[in-house]
Structure formats: C-alpha cells, structure tokens
C-alpha cells in the first residue's frame, strides 16, 4: 500500500487557481508550483499528471467551485468585475482556448454560465443582449488587470 497524500488536493487545486489567474500559463513553471502550492514534484505528478493536468483540474475547479458564485452574484444585478478568478478565465481563453480544445469547451461552458445570469439572456437570437453585457463585463475586468500591472 502507498504512502497516504501528504497534502490536501482541494486546497492544492484552488491555490493553483490562484496562481494560474495571476500569471499566463506558460509563465507558471513546474518549479513555481513546487514552490507556490508546497507539493513535491513527484506528487504534483502521480496526483495531476503533468502541468497541463493541473491547469484543467484547476479549471474545472473553478468553473465548480467558484463561478456560480459569481454566477449568482450577476444574476442578483451585483458587479463582480473585481472578480480574479474572471482572470484564469481572460488568460484561458486568450492563451490555452486555441491550441487546447480541452480549455476551449472549460472556458466555452463558462462563457455560457456568465451569459445566462445576464440581463437579456432570454432575448433571441443568440442571446445578443447578454453576450454584448459579458463582452463589456471582460473588457472591464481586463482594463482594470491591465490597470493593477502598472507601476
């Protein structure tokens, strides 16, 4: 029988949520996440596979964990613009969304929660009204990143 995980896999994952919210994916080394989320390389490996593995486990995590929170936030009419976990979805869908259709369908399934608890969100087609809200509601959260980056 194995050695029992030294770490706890939920408190792991959302501390990469974190991480990789704050900084591109490519930008994370593995070495970062040993250093950042206090787990052995080697357990970081047999319990998430590689990297990659991480990043979708987190991502998957947030969009279970975190978003309907948001989610609910928006459809009660609150801003949740300050929201950093909008940023591993920003970061996603810019860099991991074309070369990974795995980030393309986790980022795709966020997309459509967010627009559903927007105002207009039964409006046809498409739910233009709501897509053209979330539009707006990424563009702000992106100035307000690009904002928060500047010396």
């Known amino acids: 029988m194995g050695r029992p995980r030294g770490f706890d896999e939920q408190a792991v994952t959302a501390a990469a949520v974190a991480l990789f919210a704050s900084r591109v994916y490519d930008g994370v080394s593995v070495d970062d996440l040993v250093q950042q989320l206090g787990v052995h390389r080697n357990s ?29 936030r928006l459809a009660a009419g609150h801003d949740v613009v300050d929201d950093p976990g909008l940023d591993l979805l920003l970061l996603a869908a810019v ?12 980022v795709s399934e966020a997309w459509q929660a967010l627009e559903q608890a927007l105002p207009g969100s039964e409006a046809e087609p498409a739910a233009l009204p709501a897509r053209n809200a979330l539009d707006a509601l990424l563009g702000a959260r992106l100035r307000r990143r690009a904002a928060a980056d500047q010396p």
């Open 95 to 106: 860099e991991r969304a074309p070369v990974d259709v795995d980030v393309t369908a986790l």
């Open 44 to 72: 970081l490996y047999k319990t998430f596979g590689s990297k990659r593995g991480l990043y979708l486990t987190a991502l998957r995590w947030y969009l279970d964990h975190q978003l309907p929170l948001v989610v609910e």
